[in-house]
């Protein structure tokens, strides 16, 4: 008998809790999750990762052989596949050094396994929603400032006329600015929209990919000119006028 509506993507699990494994393993099953691979060391997720292709990967900060933070730099260095970290570290600081790094989400330990699956869920249905207009007028749009140009179909930025690397989620996150220039948003609003979930509590995810943005775009975060911060309200793109 066939299996309806069974979800293709590719998940890699890294954790040196085979426990917890387990349980994600269980939970992503249920929701017709079948292609897993779960591994307990830093060196035998990159070996995996050098010699196959994931679309997700769930990625522990606390392993045994490796740091989670210094693997992601690694893992970064073969794929741009998006990276949540699992971790029971729930400080700021930790949770911007591994946004920083180019992870793209991230949970902390004890979780619901029920959360970390609306995430998933949430970050491939943006994946979908990005592929899809890709393949439209909207996706085909380029947006050329002079100052930077953003291929969002291409998944190129260039400053200066030099490409510079970004991860897919800062990609997102300047095609939904360049999308809609001089509109307020919330930091709650932008999460919400970009990651597909709900932000409440997650203002330090959008802040620190919004600082990413900035530097890659030159923009002087002391006295920022395209990504404004209005206090206490939110942000808002002012795109800036192309020189003739």
């Known amino acids: 008998m066939l299996m309806d509506n069974v979800n293709t993507e590719k998940i890699l699990l890294v954790d040196d809790e085979q426990g917890i494994l387990t349980l994600l393993e269980i939970t992503l099953r249920k929701e017709r999750y079948h292609d897993i691979t779960s591994c307990t060391t830093g060196e ?43 971790t029971s570290c729930a400080s700021d600081f930790d949770k911007l050094t591994g946004l920083g790094i180019g992870g793209d989400d991230y949970i902390t330990k004890p979780f619901n396994p029920l959360e970390v699956i609306a995430r998933i869920k949430a970050l491939f249905r943006r994946q979908n929603l990005t592929q899809s207009s890709a393949h439209g007028n909207s996706g085909n749009k380029e947006y050329n ?52 979930n709900p932000g409440y509590g997650d203002e330090k995810t959008v802040t620190i990919h919004i ?7 030159n923009d002087n975060p002391k006295d920022p000119e395209l990504i404004i911060n209005l206090r206490g309200i939110g942000y808002k793109f002012v795109p800036p006028v192309k020189e003739s």
């Open 211 to 217: 600082s990413k943005i900035r530097k890659k775009l």
């Open 145 to 196: 400032y002079g100052r930077f140009i953003l291929k969002p179909a291409d998944a190129v930025l260039l400053v200066g006329g030099q490409t510079v690397e970004c991860t897919a989620k800062e990609l997102e996150l300047l095609s939904f600015f360049c999308r809609n220039p001089n509109r307020i948003y919330t930091t709650s609003q932008i999460y919400e929209l970009v990651w597909g």
């Open 44 to 86: 035998q997720a990159l070996f995996y990762i050098q010699n196959h292709t994931y679309d997700l990967i769930l990625l522990d900060v606390m392993l045994g052989d490796v740091n989670g933070f210094e693997l992601c730099r690694d893992i970064r260095k073969h794929t741009d596949a998006p990276i949540i970290f699992i």
